[in-house]
């Protein structure tokens, strides 16, 4: 596991979207696993202004996102469908058939996550996983608990992360409990991960899963026994990892 440290959540962002970046231009057909939530927002600023500047081509790339909320449509402001089209897909020459996430809407939310699981093998599998880290320490809609040879499915949702995420809804719209996941399993199958997270509340969700030791009750923790992860922090989100081994640490 790599942990490079930068001063801001601005430059640790820019860290990412330069890896990202580096990816696409090294293999422009990717298999890109994408988060969504506030973390990677300033990622997908990043790589739209790239993009605007000449620089990122996503003609080729396919993208798997992680999650999405049972009971949205893909046109619900909420859904992580319109998130991605409003933060990334619409702003680069990206093919949507290639942009892949669970059907929040699907009648069979079992079989939905059957045939998204499907879908990522028969495209080869997926390069590179960008992952946020929820505060407590889910990753994706794995919440604590989750086994980490899951696979992709319908899961509920923590209280905890219904009021964490309250925030992306409007006042008066109701928030769905259930969501359709990535599994654990599923996310330590990507060839290589980047896992960023920024600010002082993921300080804890950090430290756990980055210290170990590696437990169910701590989903982030699952990456310990990944090959190739790389921890992108700001100061605030790195500050008790400071017990962490110095050789662990790319500052
Ligand atoms: C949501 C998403 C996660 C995300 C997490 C953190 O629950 N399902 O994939 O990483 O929240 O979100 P934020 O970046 O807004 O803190």
Known sequence: ????????????????????????????????GLPTGGTPLAVYARLRSAYDSGRGSYKSITT???????????????????????????????????????NGSAPDADAEAK?????????????????????????????PG??????????????????????YFAPNAEQPAHAITMGIGTILECRRIVVLATGSEKAAAVAASVKGPSADIVPGSALIRH?????????????????????????
């Open 146 to 167: 989750s086994a980490h040879n899951s696979r992709t499915r319908r899961v509920a949702l923590n209280a905890s992360t219904i009021a964490a995420n309250a925030a």
């Open 115 to 143: 045939r998204y699981e499907a879908l990522i093998t028969a495209c080869g599998g997926i390069d590179l996983m960008l992952l946020g880290l929820g505060r407590n320490a889910h990753i994706g809609f794995n919440e």
């Open 1 to 32: 596991m790599k942990i490079i440290i930068r001063d801001s959540a601005a430059e640790a962002s820019a860290a990412v979207a330069d890896m990202l970046l580096q990816q696409i231009g090294e293999k422009p057909d990717s298999v890109l």
């Open 64 to 102: 798997f996102n992680l999650d999405e909320y049972l009971g949205l449509s893909a046109d619900d402001p909420a859904s992580y469908a319109y998130y991605m089209r409003e933060n990334l897909f619409v702003h680069v020459d990206i093919d949507p058939d290639r942009t892949h996430i669970p």
């Open 227 to 251: 090959p190739n992860t790389t921890f992108v922090l700001d100061k605030a989100a790195a500050r008790d990892l400071e017990r962490a081994r110095t050789s662990e640490l790319q500052v």
